[in-house]
């Protein structure tokens, strides 16, 4: 069983950065994805990155400006969120499972998340 544990939510000014981290344990051999979910909104995912790092996806309202990364080795993702703006407040969730199932906005292992605040 994968148990995914995220890190590094706060509140931040427009224009700030924050990075976010997420740590598995258990064993996780598939891609891993960051969605988020402002309040009264529908959840989106906001970037994935397949097993291998080749592939990887950002939603249009981050592209330039959020990046993932991860080592596989210690099983530790990040998104490296620069430029911040009020429309990134969102409760931010890390989710592992096939790329192409991260892609269809679904996961069958979730982190409980972590919160982001970005003040104007």
């Known amino acids: 069983q994968v148990q995914l544990t995220e890190s590094g939510g706060g509140l931040v000014q427009a224009g700030e950065s924050l990075i976010l981290t997420c740590v598995a344990s258990?064993?996780?051999?598939?891609?891993m994805g960051w969605f988020r979910q402002a309040p009264g909104k529908e959840r989106e995912l906001v970037a994935a990155?397949?097993?291998?790092?080749?592939?990887?996806h950002y939603a249009d309202s981050v592209k330039g400006r959020f990046t993932m990364s991860g080592d596989r080795a210690s099983q530790t993702w990040h998104l490296q969120m620069d430029n911040l703006k009020p429309e990134d407040t969102a409760a931010y969730f890390c989710?592992?499972?096939?790329?192409?199932?991260?892609?269809?906005?679904?996961?069958?292992?979730w982190g409980r998340g972590t919160h982001d605040t970005v003040s104007s």
């Open positions: 989710a592992v499972d096939q790329f192409g199932i991260l892609l269809h906005g679904e996961s069958r292992f």
């Open positions: 258990g064993r996780v051999t598939t891609g």
């Open positions: 990155m397949s097993w291998s790092g080749s592939s990887t």
